[in-house]
């Protein structure tokens, strides 16, 4: 039995960068960093300015909309099947 701390990631866990050709995964993959998040962790707060884009491997990350009251709601989640950050590949630097 292994201990979670031992567990292999690939970038290639996430669904959208296996996706793409292997030309593409050679020269994209050396620059990727594996990161690891705590629960409950912000990453992006609203006008913050964009340094990364995350693709989750496994771990769903919540996006939530935070009210003038300060109450919260989830309007989108993201798994292995997507990515955070997307302002960047817009062209954009900040968080809606």
């Not at 705590?38 to 771990?59: C, H, M, R, T």
Request: charged letters at 20%; zero cysteines.
């Amino acid at each position: 039995m292994h201990d979670a701390s031992e567990r292999t990631f690939l970038p290639s866990q996430n669904n959208l960068l296996a996706a793409l050709s292997k030309d593409i995964r050679e020269r994209l993959f050396p620059f990727i960093e594996l990161v690891s998040l705590s629960l409950g962790q912000v990453i992006y707060e609203d006008g913050d300015k964009l340094a990364y884009v995350y693709f989750p491997i496994d771990s769903i990350v919540s996006l939530l909309n935070v009210m003038e009251s300060g109450a919260s709601a989830e309007i989108s989640v993201v798994g292995n099947e997507g990515l955070i950050g997307i302002a960047l590949f817009m062209g954009g630097e900040s968080t809606p």
